[in-house]
């Protein structure tokens, strides 16, 4: 049997992020229109800021994209303080196989958040989540480009953006906005992508924990 995939749900995504000025969640509401073009079901959820019922949605999700501002060369206080809040999922495997991307922002150019979007991706395996890249090529990097160009920063682990500090949250960078819109829709056809083949073929699907083999 053909499976085109048109029978298959929208893949429903969460947006987990942590924004303490603002500037991330502005770039989290790009990621979630990113992945509402591409047609997934999506919900945003301030993870300082959680009740019962996120839990949930996060949970029940096809996939989840982790975001956070770098505060010292790291994920935040917050976000960190969610991701311990997962340790009971985490053994128990309630994330396993979930799809899993992963965006920042930082005030320095650099500003040592390669670190910030390690730590999403490490998070994300140690829940055996699947890890989906940028899927860019590095823009601004030649005589030619500029910092209007998409992934201007040239990250491919996840999207890496850049706020100056003194900028209001709706003055992200507008590349940046793009880049982060570019992840929410790839990571969206990546999970679809995974559903259909999961629909098709029984052999697609995840095993649980237990029945993995041990060599
Ligand atoms: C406690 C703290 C630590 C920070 N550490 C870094 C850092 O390590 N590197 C950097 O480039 N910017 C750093 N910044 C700047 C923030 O990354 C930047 O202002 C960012 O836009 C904040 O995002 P938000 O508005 O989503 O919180 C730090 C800011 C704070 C408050």
Redesign the pocket.
């Known amino acids: 049997m053909k499976h085109n995939g048109s029978d298959i749900a929208a893949p429903s995504l969460a947006i987990a992020y942590h924004?303490?000025?603002?500037?991330?969640?502005s770039l989290a509401a790009a990621v979630a229109a990113g992945a509402a073009e591409a047609g997934a079901d999506v919900r945003m959820i301030a993870v300082d800021r959680m009740g019962e019922t996120d839990w949930d949605v996060l949970d029940a999700a096809d996939g989840i994209v982790f975001g956070s501002?770098?505060?010292?060369?790291n994920v935040s206080a917050a976000f960190q303080s969610f991701a311990e809040q997962t340790g009971r999922r985490c053994i128990e495997g309630t994330w396993r196989d979930k799809v899993a991307a992963g965006f920042t922002?930082?005030?320095?150019k650099s500003?040592?958040?390669l670190n910030t979007l390690l730590s999403l991706a490490v998070f994300a395996a140690q829940h055996h989540m699947h890890w989906v890249n940028l899927g860019l090529p590095p823009g601004w990097n030649s005589s030619t480009s500029g910092e209007d160009d998409l992934n201007r920063l040239g990250f491919f682990i996840g999207a890496g953006a850049q706020?100056d500090?003194d900028a209001n949250?709706d003055q992200v960078h507008p590349s940046d906005v793009r880049t982060c819109r570019h992840l929410g829709w790839r990571v969206a056809h990546v999970t679809r992508q995974l559903n259909v083949g999961r629909a098709a073929s029984p052999v697609a699907s995840a095993p649980g924990a237990s029945s993995a083999p041990a060599h």
């Open positions: 924004s303490g000025f603002g500037h991330t969640a501002a770098t505060y010292m060369g922002n930082s005030g320095a500003g040592d958040k706020t500090v949250s």
